[in-house]
Nanobody
């Protein structure tokens, strides 16, 4: 059964750090691009960062640039999101998504999410 499982969330003070992990099972992650998304209460889900398959090129939204780092270890079927200098506005449920498209057919998986709370 194909699934993604996020972990690493928690409660952290402003300025602190967390490292989220997204572990894939039941499929080969290395052909998938993987993105991290977040959803705060009362808000729509938004993209935070993504990393391409193959060479692993990273992309970040402006709010994440300079603070977050995405990386992947395909041998461990895992994508990480290192989050530094966290701010209260980073509080949200963080989800990972794996996406690939082969011969015009798209396949996408979502994890169940991990809560990140930034508060003093």
């Amino acid at each position: 059964q194909e699934q993604l499982v996020e972990s690493g969330g928690g409660l952290v003070q402003p300025g602190g750090s967390l490292r989220l992990a997204c572990v894939a099972s039941g499929f080969t992650l290395d052909v998938y691009s993987v993105g991290w998304f977040r959803q705060a209460p009362g808000k729509e889900r938004e993209g935070v960062s993504c990393i391409s398959s193959g060479i692993g090129r990273p992309y970040y939204v402006d709010a994440a640039k300079g603070r977050f780092t995405i990386s992947r270890d395909d041998a461990k079927s895992t994508v990480y999101l290192q989050m530094n200098n966290l701010k209260p506005e980073d509080t949200a449920v963080y989800y990972c998504n794996a996406y690939t498209e082969v011969s015009g057919r798209a396949t996408s998986y979502w994890g169940q999410g991990t809560q990140v709370t930034v508060s003093s």
